[in-house]
Nanobody
Framework: QVQLVESGGGLVQAGGSLTLSCAAS????????MAWHRQAPGKQRELVAT??????TYADSLKGRFTISRDNAKNTVYLQMNSLKPEDTAVYYC???????????????WGQGTQVTVSS
């Protein structure tokens, strides 16, 4: 089994910054794709950013304000969020595709989410 644990959420004023972290632990041979998603109240969950061996991708509306990065040695992914706006308020979820052994297929796991609230 694999666990993803997010941290770093909280309350911040508009224009401020936060950095979220998500650490994967457990039965891990290789962590492939790691990503951040978010879900605002009353809205569907949306993809924020991904990182993999092929590079990084971002939701078009967030390019330039959010930066995803990872530390492969720690199986950890980060999301640096700058110039935060009230509409960024959401629960932010980490997910990852993880191989538990060399020969196993990747399985998708999700974290429990961390709340980010941006006040105006």
């Amino acid at each position: 089994q694999v666990q993803l644990v997010e941290s770093g959420g909280g309350l911040v004023q508009a224009g401020g910054s936060l950095t979220l972290s998500c650490a994967a632990s457990g039965s891990i041979f290789r962590v492939n794709i790691m990503a951040w998603h978010r879900q605002a109240p009353g809205k569907q969950r949306e993809l924020v950013a991904t990182t993999s061996g092929g590079g990084t991708t971002y939701a078009d509306s967030l390019k330039g304000r959010f930066t995803i990065s990872r530390d492969n040695a720690k199986n950890t992914v980060y999301l640096q969020m700058n110039s935060l706006k009230p509409e960024d308020t959401a629960v932010y979820y980490c997910n990852a595709v993880v191989q538990s052994t060399l020969s196993s297929i990747g399985r998708e796991y999700w974290g429990q989410g961390t709340q980010v609230t941006v006040s105006s």
